[in-house]
Nanobody
Framework: QVHLQQSGGGSVQAGGSLRLSCVAH????????MAWFRQAPGKEREVVAR???????TYAESAKGRFTISTDNAENSLYLQMNSLKPEDTGEYLC?????????????????????WGQGTQVTVAS
C-alpha cells in the first residue's frame, strides 16, 4: 500500500510561481508512472504532467515551458514546479501514482489508470 501526502499550493498573482510536493510512503514498484492532475471547477480532471520510471517526462500543452515535474533521487517524492502561472491554472492539484504499470499517453489518460492518489491541494492564481 502506498500513501501520498501532498504539500504546497496556495494563492499567487498571475506570473508568479508555486511548487507542489508529494511524498510517497510505501513501496512503489517499477515500472511506475507518477503524475500531477488538475481539477478545475466545472471541468474534467486533466493530467498536467507525468513522469515514468525511466525518467521520461510528458506535459500537457498548457503546461509546456512553464511547469516542471521531477522526483528526488530516492524516487519517493514528486514535485511540480509551476512558473509563469496564469488564472486558468487555478484548480485542485492532485498527485497520482500508477504502480506497477506504464504511463498512458496524455491524451489517453483519464486518471482511472492510477491506483494511488494524494489528498489534493488548491492552487489559485489571481489576475
Amino acid at each position: 500500500q502506498v500513501h501520498l501526502q501532498q504539500s504546497g499550493g496556495g494563492s499567487v498573482q498571475a506570473g508568479g510561481s508555486l511548487r507542489l510536493s508529494c511524498v510517497a510512503h510505501g513501496y512503489i514498484r517499477k515500472p511506475y508512472c507518477m503524475a500531477w492532475f488538475r481539477q478545475a471547477p466545472g471541468k474534467e480532471r486533466e493530467v498536467v504532467a507525468r513522469m515514468d520510471s525511466a525518467g521520461i517526462t510528458t506535459y500537457a500543452e498548457s503546461a509546456k515551458g512553464r511547469f516542471t515535474i521531477s522526483t528526488d533521487n530516492a524516487e519517493n517524492s514528486l514535485y511540480l514546479q509551476m512558473n509563469s502561472l496564469k488564472p486558468e491554472d487555478t484548480g485542485e492539484y492532485l498527485c497520482a501514482v500508477r504502480s506497477p504499470g506504464y504511463c498512458f499517453t496524455i491524451s489517453e489518460s483519464t486518471g482511472l489508470e492510477y491506483n494511488y492518489w494524494g489528498q489534493g491541494t488548491q492552487v489559485t492564481v489571481a489576475s
